[in-house]
């Protein structure tokens, strides 16, 4: 008995190109089983049929998309031995080439009955099919589960089968999140770490409520693809709450006016601005240069390079201001938050709608620590973390930690479709939220003892300085605004000065003139 007899045979089906003309998809499945040699095809290989990839691709999800549900439960039988089919009919029996990198054996007999598909039959064994129907190879789970946690610590491994595991195992995620009532709306956000998320009884206040951080990551960004060639898996991922709609983003579009490109004489002319799209702030200049020295920062890089990612724009306004409008709905008020230009971005956000509840929650925006020192005297003043009552040891460079990690991604995420792309980002998240959550006891100890060293021998450090210098605490703090004010009028010329400077000059004219 053949395996079911009907569908098509398309091999894999992720496809990452573009959209041409096919060839014949059998050629997939033939070209995996040439590689890893597992019985030679003597089969005939097919001419083109004029199907475009883009039609082979849609049909291809189509005909997986309902086997994923009963594939799933399928699979949770496998994994657990239980309620496994007992009864089967030898008359549906199929045998099948397979690929298993634990027992390496190259062909199994599936058993199953007269009313179970193959391609839930070969789940029941273990094994998933190259194609929803007719399968004419399979690999087993083990080894793409062995494949799923290579991935988990080595995000650059890649290989295109391990996308239906990848369905599968966010399918059975999901029962167990339902089940454990973890399913509801932005869950992570408001339970992924329980000293900052939860509350215990006559909790002292804290200053900020949350710190969190915002960035731009251009190393994930997803290459466009070349002149008309489209994307052939046009599905887009949204089954994540680690993402912000598309919709929701683009509320925000509108909201500040793109910067426009104004070179005057004695700017850098290697200034970077997003010609296409504006920079993340509406361009205002406010008291500080800061976001110049950002972007001069950025000149190092290949600044004119990021038209050719499909989701361009630098660090677009929309998407910081989407962040922003979030944290307002979900987070308890009074939080603070990082960022490069967090600086300039305050005044971004108090001009956006957001502005009125922004200043209603009490929020307010500061400038990451490292990010900080870049920035201007009189902006560390005020934006720097080393500056800001409650901020403790935060640092807040959290995401360059994250990207530091997420680096190991991008050469494989730049060029996968953009549906494909989002799976592994959230894959990859998922396994950095384990991470985080596994060394929290840890990090807040450590951090515990970090505090009780500073408070016990920086303080007593700073006790005899203040002592043998004759000054106080609250002298420090008159110091303090003094530095403000005098920041604040640096770069103004003083009215005294203004007429010593005039009197010299005369002067000077006087001793010409005798
Ligand atoms: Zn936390
Ligand atoms: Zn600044």
Redesign the pocket.
Known sequence: MDVDNIGVDVGFGDDEGGEGVAENTEDVSVDIRDVIQVGRWHGRRKYKDGQTWKHRIQTLNAAWAPLIEEMSEAYIKWKYSFGLPQTFDESYSFSISVVDALTLVTEVTISRGSDTRAAIALVYAGYIGTSPEKPSLAVSLKTLELYYTLRLFKPSLSIEAFAKTISIRRKVDAQVAKELGHDSANYHVLNSCPACCYKLEDEPELKFSRMWAVDGNNSLKRVAGIGSREVSDNRVFEESDYYLSKDFVNTFAGEIKARTVSLVADEDPDEWVDEEHGDPTDGTKDA?Q??E??KAAAADQHKKMWSIFDESGGELAKYPLAVVAMALKVLPPGWIMGYD????FEGTIQRSSLGPEFAKQGCRTC?NAFH?YS??AK??HK?HPLNILGMGLEDLETLERLFSSSNQLAPITRYMTAYRRRVFIDVFLQQWDREKYQNLATMLHNNYIQALDVLEEEAQALQADLLAKGISVEDLEAYFIDEANHLKEMGKEVEGDLHAVAYVELLQRYREVK
């Open positions: 500080s800061c976001t020295n950002w230009i967090g600086c300039s400038v900080g920035h201007n902006c560390q934006y």
